[in-house]
């Protein structure tokens, strides 16, 4: 029951971020005017599309150095050499 609902938050989330992405994309096409400086910045939905990416890359190097910076699930409790008793 419990991955259902689960599974039913992602999907939802999921269409959230696309149905944003999408807002931005066509909001970019009608409100900005950007005053381009380098060649890329004249490609359409440049703004959008380097602002997901740069999401994308966050989260991406949040997990790699998560891997470097956990701790075991014990470790608190090997460290006093007590459990919760």
């Known amino acids: 029951m419990k991955e259902k609902a ?3 938050i992602i999907k939802i989330t999921r269409s959230s971020f696309l149905a944003l992405f999408a807002i931005s994309l066509v909001a970019e096409m009608f ?3 950007p005053h381009v400086i380098f060649g890329p910045e004249a490609s359409p939905f440049f703004y959008a599309l380097f602002g997901f990416g740069s999401g994308v890359i966050l989260i991406v ?3 790699i150095l998560g891997l470097f910076i956990k701790r075991r699930p014990d470790y608190y409790q090997a460290q006093n050499g007590k459990g919760d008793e």
Do not use: I, N, P, S
Request: charge should be positive.
């Open 6 to 8: 689960h599974k039913k």
């Open 31 to 33: 409100f900005v005017h």
């Open 61 to 63: 190097l949040v997990k």
